[in-house]
């Protein structure tokens, strides 16, 4: 598979043309201009055939999911998307799958002004990799580590309906149209991170699963809180340790009863009590927020400008763990990652 | 596999800290300080199992040879490494090959002053791509467009010795171990190439054979030089087209008396008379570079500052076409790719 005549007959003008990239697709680097006063975000994902897609997906769905995964980290952190680069590996050359993958893709980056600029493709097993680069005034991004204690959790959208495609899917079930298209087709809240610049303390996608996602929060800012990182380093920022993280972290109480529920989501909850549909689905991509009380006001007109339900859902405690709040009022603490044994806890 | 697990047990701390990472592994996004008045250079490239290395590689040459692709593409345009991010796809989590890999790509890392800033695990057949960033002052780039007629044509180090080293794995006869480490653990010519700024015209590394690289320099500067595409591009810079292209490609000749041999490569041309193994054959990770012949004294010093042989083999030429000079003063025109039938070319 010739490299650049793959690259040039799928991918080329993908995207948007931007001012700021000095030098795309064609030489050894793309060149590329951060203005001054901006931080650069980055970020990479892979998405492998078999693991994080059915091998049999739509290419024009992957295409728009495989950038969609990295725009949902820059909305994640408030940046403005900017430019991305594609390493992709395919089987084999087929001009018709990679003509739909480069339309879903170059739909989504249009869309959201990115242009591609630079990338790599080679012949293997089926996956990909985006790298996602964004753009933030410097000492504006919201980080994982800002939550304090009695600031209110929030989530935007809808949870659990890409869960329930992804379990339709696997039971080979019928899947409704609506949360297929939340699984395949996901929207990265790109506007809402960019809104909340300023009024949210800490944020996070949700595609690992609420419960999970928001642990890394409660963790990220209980550390910073007890100053055992810090937010500013010059170093790569890893944790000290597993175990020190986790006792150090902050806790939160979220009020299932006020949790934001598709109809769809809501009939399978009603038919199947099984909380950790959409408590710990991932492949939402939500945002999961927190922010003071006395900046909640500002959520609902927010709402309305997006078209996106905003929700308190909940709100941040000093000890460690997260407590569920039943629809009866039964107090429960989920477990992160098995959820088995969780089918029975609400 | 607990993605966060295992980067913080395996790649903690990999490379070296840099006060320009604001934020780095942990976030949504990592968070970048580009200084004022620098480009960022980016690169990506993907090494796919069974394609660009042999699945039981020492995993420890894999995790060098890993970053070394990368910087040997930011050394291409005479860029200072910076950053770098690992999406690392994994059959099955082994915490020796882990460690190992994890190893031979942080001492490199470090040796470059680069900080490993993100990165992603994922399980699926082993493959691994490797983002490289990098600074260089604004409009200091060395691009492969700006050769110009009669620029010398310049490489450093020697050229076929990791094609060597490939075709007697390969065929299964023993693989000597000069050869051998430089097909296993390349050197990229990061300080050549930022010794270049200034000096070079055009450059490019040598990863997949001299004819079809140096074929990339003369396609991109005689489309410049024609002004056929913007060496400034605010749009990606794709290729209008492949013929128009190669038809407005400039020429070179090169000598191949002058051609920098190890004495491996020379022994086995005695043997073999097959020019395509220094001509053609990929992964020597020098670099190719044009200069006016009125800087040439320049380079003689620098090759004794460097300890690194840097070779002027040929001239830039005015009209399209790569011409070989054998050392009996035959000339003949080498084809790019297909290298089947030149055996007895030479």
Redesign the interface.
Known sequence: M?EF?L??THF????A???D??????????????P?GQ??????????????FFPDVDPEALGHKSLAVGLS??A??G?EPAWA???L?LPAEDGRWLRAFAAGFAALAREQGM??????T????L?L?V?V??L?P?GR?I???GARVGDLVCVSGTLGDAGLALRDLLAGREVAAGPRARLERPTPRVALGLALRGLATA???ISDGLVADLGHILE?SGAAARGERSG????????RG?SSAADAALGAEIRLAVLPLSPAVRERLAQDPDWSLPLASGDDYELCFTLPPERASALPPLADRLGLALTPIGRILPTAGLVCIGPAGDRWTPQR?GYNHFADAG
Chains 1, 2 share one sequence.
């Open positions: 010739p005549e690259i040039r080329a003008h993908l995207g043309a931007r001012s990239v000095v030098l795309g697709v064609g030489d050894d680097c793309a060149l590329l201009a951060v001054a931080e650069l975000a980055v970020s990479i994902d892979t998405l492998v055939a078999g693991v994080h980290d820059l994640a952190m940046a680069t594609l390493a590996t242009a591609l600029i630079g990338g790599d080679t012949r293997g097993p996956s990799s790298q680069h964004g933030i410097a991004a980080r994982r580590a944020m996070i996608d990220e500013e380093s010059a170093s790569p920022g890893y944790r597993a990652g």
